[in-house]
């Protein structure tokens, strides 16, 4: 079983936010409220004369160790085999307790104004039904086809960098283990299976 994850190389990213298109396309995001399963975070870094900006692709972590798994209450939080980290829309009360324990801000509320507006844009082929909390999947219903999540598929630098961390031929797993990439904010324990090679 492939255990997935993700590199975003952050040497190549322009800040084009085709990646957030995509996404929202794909899974229907409320863009209408500024809410996106990913974003591009622009940064500046260091101090007057030498600034530089820094462009920081940010989505889930797909942590191993999940603390938004562990905080839901009715277990619509949960991992699948291949450690990709979703909610299911049925059992979420959104309550928001998942939300508070992301220690990585990548959820967000899908409420009732969203899923009126979604209606009204997509008619009866809406993705979300009733209110619940939304984050991103991996686009797992694309990779059960083969096929790489919207955002790795429509980088056109090539900044997102997916497949199995397990699979000792694919990229991600050897960018993961060469030390080059490393996975945000390590301290805090989480485990996360997005890495970061720095620009």
């Given amino acids: 079983m492939a255990r997935y994850g993700m590199v975003m190389d952050m ?4 800040g084009c936010q085709a990646c957030m298109a995509a996404c929202t396309a794909e899974n229907q995001t409320p863009f209408w409220n500024g809410k996106f399963r990913t974003h591009v975070e622009d940064k500046a870094q260091g101090t007057f004369p030498d600034v530089r900006r820094v462009l920081l692709p940010r989505l889930c972590m797909h942590c191993e160790n999940t603390p938004c798994l562990s905080a839901c209450p009715t277990g ?17 009360i959104g309550c928001y307790a998942c939300c508070i324990a992301c220690p990585y801000d990548a959820r967000y509320a899908y409420d009732r104004e969203d899923v009126n507006k979604e209606e009204e844009l997509y008619g009866k082929f809406t993705s979300h039904k ?9 686009c797992d219903h694309r990779v059960s086809e083969g096929r790489e999540p919207a955002c790795v598929s429509t980088c056109p630098t090539n900044t997102r960098i997916f497949g199995d961390l397990d699979d000792p031929n694919s990229e991600v797993h050897k960018l993961a283990t060469s030390g080059k990439a490393q996975a945000l904010n390590q301290s805090l324990g989480t485990s996360p299976k997005v890495y970061y090679i720095p620009s």
């Fill in 11 to 14: 040497r190549t990213c322009v």
């Fill in 76 to 92: 619509a939080t949960f991992m699948t085999e291949d450690g990709i980290v979703k909610v299911n829309y049925d059992r979420c």
């Fill in 130 to 138: 009733q209110p619940h909390v939304d984050k991103c999947t991996f």
